[in-house]
C-alpha cells in the first residue's frame, strides 16, 4: 500500500462547477499537509498549505484536513479553465524532512 | 522575493554522457535544498537534500550525485547517464522545513 494515494484521473468538469480533489494516507504521524498546482512541463506551484486538522480558505481554494479519517481535500470553487493542472498533494512529518508525495491528479475544466 | 532558477530547461544527452544541472535561489539565505525527479504518472521522488553547504543527505542509490558549493546553489551530477535517468528534474528550497517551493524544472531525456 502507498503512503499516499491520489486518483489520477482525469477529472473532467464545466466551468463554474464546485471541484473536489481528494487523497488518503496510512501514516497517522503526517502533520502538515500541502497541495501544490502543476501546469504541463512546468515546476509545481504551492497552493495551500495546512497543519493538523481542519479547514483553511483562500480565495476561491478551500483546503480540509481530517485526520481521524486520514482523507484531505481540496475545494475550487466556480472552476475556470485556466484551473485544468495537475493537483498534487503532499504532507510530512513533524521535524523530517521528506515530503511525500500523492501521483497527482489531472483536472480539466471545459469552457 | 525569493526566485529559484534552475538551468537548463531542456537537456538531449546520449547514454554513458556526464551531467550537470544547476539550481539557484534568490532572495534568501541558508536555505534547505532539494533534487527530486518526477517520471511520467509516477510523483515525485526525493533524490537529494541538503541543511548547508557540504551537506548532501541521499534518498535513492542511484548513478546520481549532487552537490552544494555555496549556500544558494545545488547541483545535480552524473558521471555516465543512463536511459533510465530520464524524467523532469525539480529542485526545490525550504525555509521552515515545510512548505517547499519549486523551480521551473529541467527536462532531461537520454537517448
Known amino acids: 500500500q502507498k503512503e499516499v494515494e491520489q486518483d489520477p484521473g482525469p477529472l473532467s468538469v464545466p466551468e463554474g462547477a464546485i471541484v473536489s480533489l481528494n487523497c488518503t494516507y496510512s501514516?497517522?504521524?503526517?502533520?502538515?499537509f500541502m497541495w501544490y498546482r502543476q501546469y504541463s512541463r512546468k515546476g509545481p506551484e504551492l497552493l495551500m498549505y495546512?497543519?493538523?486538522?481542519g479547514n483553511k480558505e483562500d480565495g476561491r481554494f478551500t483546503a480540509q484536513v481530517d485526520k481521524s479519517s486520514k482523507y484531505i481535500s481540496l475545494f475550487i470553487r466556480d472552476s475556470q479553465p485556466s484551473d485544468s493542472a495537475t493537483y498534487l498533494c503532499?504532507?510530512?512529518?513533524?521535524?523530517?524532512?521528506?515530503?511525500?508525495f500523492g501521483t497527482g491528479t489531472r483536472l480539466l475544466v471545459s469552457p | 522575493s525569493q526566485t529559484i532558477h534552475q538551468w537548463p530547461a531542456t537537456l538531449v544527452q546520449p547514454v554513458g554522457s556526464p551531467l550537470s544541472l544547476e539550481c539557484t535561489v534568490e532572495?534568501?539565505?541558508?536555505?534547505?535544498l532539494y533534487w527530486y525527479r518526477q517520471a511520467a504518472g509516477r510523483g515525485l521522488q526525493l533524490l537529494f537534500y541538503?541543511?548547508?553547504?557540504?551537506?548532501i543527505s541521499s534518498e535513492v542509490p542511484q548513478n546520481l550525485s549532487a552537490s552544494r558549493p555555496q549556500d544558494r546553489q545545488f547541483i545535480l551530477s552524473s558521471k555516465k547517464l543512463l536511459l533510465s535517468d530520464s524524467g523532469f528534474y525539480l529542485c526545490?528550497?525550504?525555509?521552515?522545513?515545510?512548505?517547499?517551493?519549486f523551480g521551473p524544472g529541467t527536462r532531461l531525456t537520454v537517448l
Open positions: 526545490a528550497w525550504s525555509i521552515t522545513d515545510n512548505e517547499q517551493f
Open positions: 495546512t497543519y493538523s486538522s
Open positions: 501514516n497517522s504521524a503526517f502533520q502538515y
Open positions: 503532499a504532507m510530512k512529518d513533524t521535524g523530517f524532512q521528506k515530503l511525500v
Open positions: 532572495g534568501t539565505s541558508n536555505p534547505n
Open positions: 541538503s541543511v548547508g553547504i557540504g551537506q
